[in-house]
C-alpha cells in the first residue's frame, strides 16, 4: 500500500518542481521566513523593534549617511545572547547623529545634526564619559540604505523585523483554522443529521459576516496586541477549511475503504484520522495557502486600522498608516516598500496555491 502513494508524492512534487513560478515563490517565502526568524541579525538597528529614533534626520531619503555619537550608559545590559538574537537588545546607550565634532581640553565637542541647511547646536560632554576615553570607538559613520521614517528610525530595520508579524500570522492564522475547521468540518461531514445542521448553520452566520468586521469585533473583544490578533484572524478563516472538510467527507465516506473500516470494528474517530482525512488534504493543503495570503492582508488592514500590531512594534501595515501622507509630499517610497513588501508576500502564496493546486490534481 506505501508504494502507490509514495509514487503519487513522487509524482505530485515532479509535476510542483516544473512550475517555475511555484518554485520561485516557494524559495522567496523560504528566504523572508528565514529574514523573519533572525531579523535582529540582518537588521542594521538591532534595538528591541528597530525603534532608535532620530528625529534630527527624520524622513531622509534612501543612502542617506551622517555620523553617529553614542554616549555609553552605566547601565548594565544583562541579556542573554538567544534574547539579544530573537527579541533584540535592550539599547540604554543615547545615539546622537552630528555633522562634526573636536576635542578642547578634557572635552568632546561635538554638533548635532540640523536638517534643511541649519547649524546645530554645539555641546560638549566629557572624555571620561568613555571607557579609557576611547571616543573614536562612539563616533561612526552610519549609512541608511532605505533612508529613515518620520521618527527618524532606520526604514530598512523597521522593514526587515515587521516582516515577523507578517509572515508568522499566517502560519498561526492557518494552524487555528486548520484545527477549529476540520474539527467542526469532519463532525458535520461524518455525522451528517442535526450535528450536520447545526455546523452548517454555525458555519453560514460566520460567512455572512465581513471578514474584516468579525475581526475587529473579536480584536476588540481580546483587546489590541501581537497575539489577539493572530488569534481574532484564525477564528475567522475557519469556515473555509470546515466546507471544503464536509465536502470531501460526504463524497468519501461511503467508499469501500471505510465501509471495511467500519466492517473491521474501527470507532469513528480512528476511521476519520487514520482512513479519510489522510485522503482529502490536497484541498485542503490548497485552501491553506490561499489562507496564508488572505491573513497577510487581513493583518495588513488591521494595523492600518491602528488594531493591530501596537507601537513601537514594526509592522507593514502600520508603517503605511505611519506614511501614507508622503505620497503627496514628495516621498511616495515610504508607504510603497511596506506595500511591495505585502504585495510581493502575499503573491508569493497565492503562486504557491496555484502550484500545489495544479500538482495535486491527480486527473491532470
Not at 573636536?102 to 541647511?117: F, Q, R
Not at 450536520?196 to 448553520?201: E, G, K, L, T, Y
Not at 490578533?229 to 470546515?242: H, K
Request: proline share 4%; with cysteine.
Amino acid at each position: 500500500m506505501s508504494k502507490p502513494s509514495s509514487s503519487l508524492t513522487q509524482l505530485a512534487l515532479q509535476k510542483f518542481k516544473k512550475n517555475i513560478w511555484g518554485v520561485l515563490s516557494f524559495w522567496f517565502v523560504v528566504f523572508v521566513g528565514f529574514v523573519s526568524v533572525f531579523a535582529y541579525v540582518f537588521a542594521p538597528d538591532d534595538s528591541q523593534n528597530a525603534n532608535q529614533m532620530h528625529l534630527s534626520i527624520h524622513s531622509k531619503k534612501p543612502g542617506f549617511e551622517v555620523q553617529i555619537l553614542t554616549i555609553p550608559s552605566q547601565l548594565k545590559n544583562e541579556q542573554s545572547f538567544f534574547s539579544k538574537l530573537f527579541f533584540g537588545t535592550q539599547n540604554t546607550d543615547t545615539e546622537i547623529p552630528i555633522t562634526g565634532y573636536k576635542i578642547e581640553n578634557d572635552d568632546l565637542v561635538y554638533t548635532e545634526y540640523a536638517s534643511d541647511g541649519l547649524e546645530g547646536v554645539s555641546k560638549q560632554i566629557s572624555l571620561k564619559t568613555f571607557p579609557q576615553n576611547n571616543y573614536q570607538n562612539y563616533i561612526k559613520g552610519k549609512t541608511f540604505l532605505f533612508g529613515t521614517d518620520k521618527y527618524g528610525r532606520d526604514y530598512l530595520s523597521r522593514i526587515l523585523i515587521g516582516a515577523r508579524i507578517s509572515f508568522f500570522i499566517g502560519f498561526i492564522a492557518v494552524f487555528i483554522s486548520l484545527v477549529i475547521g476540520i474539527f467542526m468540518g469532519s463532525l458535520a461531514g461524518y455525522f451528517g443529521g442535526k450535528v450536520d445542521a447545526v455546523i452548517m448553520w454555525i458555519i453560514n452566520v460566520t460567512w455572512s459576516i465581513p471578514t474584516l468586521l468579525l475581526v475587529i469585533a473579536i480584536t476588540l473583544a481580546l483587546g489590541k496586541g501581537f497575539w489577539q490578533v493572530f488569534i481574532a484572524v484564525g477564528l475567522t478563516m475557519w469556515v473555509e477549511v470546515a466546507r471544503v472538510v464536509r465536502g470531501q467527507i460526504i463524497s468519501v465516506k461511503e467508499m469501500q475503504y471505510v465501509t471495511a473500516a467500519r466492517a473491521l470494528g474501527f470507532n469513528d474517530y480512528r476511521i476519520i484520522t487514520r482512513h479519510i482525512l489522510p485522503n482529502i488534504m490536497a484541498p485542503v493543503i490548497v485552501i491553506s495557502a490561499a489562507n496564508f495570503a488572505a491573513a497577510i492582508l487581513v493583518e495588513s488592514g488591521l494595523s492600518f486600522l491602528g488594531i493591530g500590531a501596537q507601537p513601537p512594534m514594526a509592522s507593514w501595515g502600520a508603517m503605511i498608516k505611519d506614511h501614507y501622507n508622503y505620497i503627496i509630499l514628495g516621498k511616495p517610497y515610504l508607504a510603497l516598500i511596506p506595500g511591495l513588501c505585502i504585495m510581493l508576500l502575499v503573491m508569493a502564496f497565492m503562486l504557491i496555491g496555484n502550484a500545489l493546486r495544479d500538482a495535486l490534481d491527480v486527473k491532470g
